[in-house]
C-alpha cells in the first residue's frame, strides 16, 4: 500500500499569514497520463470532510484562492495564504491512484 | 443540490452484522463511482471500499482490512450505495462516510460502534 506521510501533525498561525503542510507518498503518484492523483481535504470541526485541492494543484469548486497544492512526483504541499478563522479544522493528504486509497494522518490547524 | 445521507449505523456486538445505506440526490449516479471511507476515533481516514459504475461492469474494491467481511453494492434505480459488514469486530468502530468520485462530496456519515 502507499503510505502517505503528513508534516507536521498540527501547526499554530497567526490569522493573516500563511501556512504550509507537507505531504509524501511513499511512490510516486505520477500516472502515465500526466496526472499526479494527490488530493487534499479539509474537516472542519464537526463536519464531513470536503475536498479542497484535486490532482495535487487544482482548486476545487468553491475553494477560496488562498489555498494552492504544488508538489513533484512524491513531495507536495498545501499552502494557505493568509490563514483565517473558518481555515480551523484537520487537513488531510490523499492518494487515488491505486487501490487501496490512502490518506495522512491529518494535520491539525490551529490559531493563535 | 448533491445530497449523500447514511443510515442504518448504530451499536452492535462483535461478530454480527450491520448494513449501511447512503441514498443520494443531486447528481448523476449511475456514472458515478462510490466509496466508503471510515473514520476512527483517533481521526484517522480509511478508504474502506469502492464500486464503479455499470459501464465499469460494477468492479468492486476493498480495503485488507474489510475483505471477505464488508460487501459494498449499489441500486442505481434508487440512486443508493450500501455497505453490508459482517463479523464485525471492535475495530471497526468508526463514523462511516459515503463520498463520491474522488470525493467532491461527502454525507454527513454515520457512527458505527462495535462492542459487546
Known amino acids: 500500500d502507499i503510505v502517505m506521510t503528513q508534516a507536521p501533525l498540527s501547526v499554530s498561525v497567526t490569522p493573516g499569514e500563511s501556512a504550509s503542510i507537507s505531504c509524501r507518498s511513499s511512490k510516486s503518484l505520477l500516472h502515465s497520463n500526466g496526472i499526479t492523483y494527490v488530493y487534499w481535504y479539509l474537516q472542519k470541526p464537526g463536519k464531513s470532510p470536503q475536498l479542497l485541492i484535486y490532482?495535487?494543484?487544482n482548486l476545487a469548486s468553491g475553494v477560496p484562492d488562498r489555498f494552492s497544492g504544488s508538489g513533484s512526483e512524491t513531495d507536495f504541499t498545501l499552502k494557505i495564504s493568509r490563514v483565517e478563522a473558518e481555515d480551523v479544522g484537520i487537513y488531510y493528504c490523499?492518494?487515488?491512484?491505486?487501490?487501496?486509497?490512502?490518506f495522512g494522518a491529518g494535520t491539525k490547524l490551529e490559531l493563535k | 443540490e448533491v445530497q449523500l445521507v447514511e443510515t442504518g449505523g448504530g451499536l452492535v456486538q462483535p461478530g454480527k452484522s450491520l448494513k449501511l445505506t447512503c441514498a443520494t440526490s443531486g447528481f448523476t449516479f449511475s456514472n458515478a463511482w462510490m466509496h466508503w471511507v471510515r473514520q476512527s476515533p483517533e481521526k484517522q481516514l480509511e478508504w474502506v471500499a469502492q464500486i464503479k459504475a455499470k459501464s465499469n461492469n460494477y468492479a468492486t474494491y476493498y480495503a485488507e482490512s474489510v475483505k471477505g467481511r464488508f460487501t459494498i453494492s449499489r441500486d442505481d434505480s434508487k440512486s443508493s450505495v450500501y455497505l453490508q459488514m459482517n463479523s464485525l469486530k471492535e475495530e471497526d468502530t468508526a463514523i462511516y462516510y459515503c463520498?463520491?468520485?474522488?470525493?467532491?462530496?461527502w454525507g454527513q456519515g454515520v457512527m458505527v460502534t462495535v462492542s459487546s
Open positions: 490532482r495535487m494543484s
Open positions: 463520498t463520491w468520485g474522488t470525493g467532491d462530496y
Open positions: 490523499g492518494q487515488l491512484l491505486e487501490n487501496p486509497y490512502t
